[in-house]
């Protein structure tokens, strides 16, 4: 398995995943509420994993810059047809990873990765990479699956035998508090770690850090 491989699961899942319900509704309306109080519109905004692009069509009207990365071409496809249903002029979708964009094309005053930390293959290697694509004081916002926080089973049993199957991609594994270690080793503040759920046991923190 590669990066590569996991790009092609996603563009052949794309069409599927664009019609499927997002499960609690009202967490991620608390989501979107939260980081909105934290974008301004003088803002240049990177999102990495946009996927369909729904929450880069949500936000970036507030910002002067939206660019949306996915590494699905699958996913960008049907996230500039819903661009094209519903201009947002400072938004720009694009196919890339967070390592094909150069740190000196840029400076961000946010990156956002919304599910998107678990499916990364290097996770202290893709946080230092955000650190170097903000400028000054910029903040990280994050809400990811924290898989070594939920049930065993899912972790040692179900995830293991659908990846095996190739009913889902690479995912890793680590607790909240691990993944506040690595945004602390990489350089950044955390400010604020938030449960946006409004039903279950969600086990996705929403962690906003800030570049030192």
Not at 61 to 71: E, F, K
Not at 117 to 136: K, Q
Not at 163 to 186: K, N, W
Request: hydrophobic share 45%; charged share 20%.
């Amino acid at each position: 398995m590669s990066a590569t491989s996991d790009a092609r699961f996603w563009d052949r899942t794309a069409r599927k995943y664009a019609k499927g319900r997002i499960a609690d509704q009202a967490g991620y309306e608390r989501t979107l509420d939260r980081t909105r109080a934290l974008l301004g519109p003088a803002d240049r905004v990177l999102e990495l994993g946009c996927g369909t692009g729904t929450t880069a069509l949500r936000l970036a009207g507030g910002v002067r810059h939206y660019l949306a990365t996915d590494i699905s071409a699958g996913m960008i496809a049907i996230a500039n047809e819903k661009h094209t249903a519903a201009p947002v002029p400072a938004l720009v979708f694009r196919i890339a990873s967070v390592e094909a964009l150069p740190p000196d094309a840029a400076q961000f005053s946010a990156v956002l990765g919304f599910n998107y930390l678990h499916l990364v293959r290097d996770l202290p290697g893709t946080l230092r990479r955000v650190h170097t694509l903000l400028a000054a004081e910029g903040l990280f916002i994050s809400k990811t699956p924290c898989v070594g926080d939920m049930n065993p089973l899912i972790r040692l049993a179900l995830l293991p035998a659908m990846r095996a199957s190739g009913l889902a991609p690479y995912a890793g594994v680590f607790r909240a508090t691990e993944l506040c270690q690595h945004l602390c080793a990489a350089g950044f503040d955390i400010l604020a770690t938030e449960s946006h759920a409004t039903r279950g046991d969600d086990r996705r923190p929403y962690i906003v850090a800030r570049k030192r």
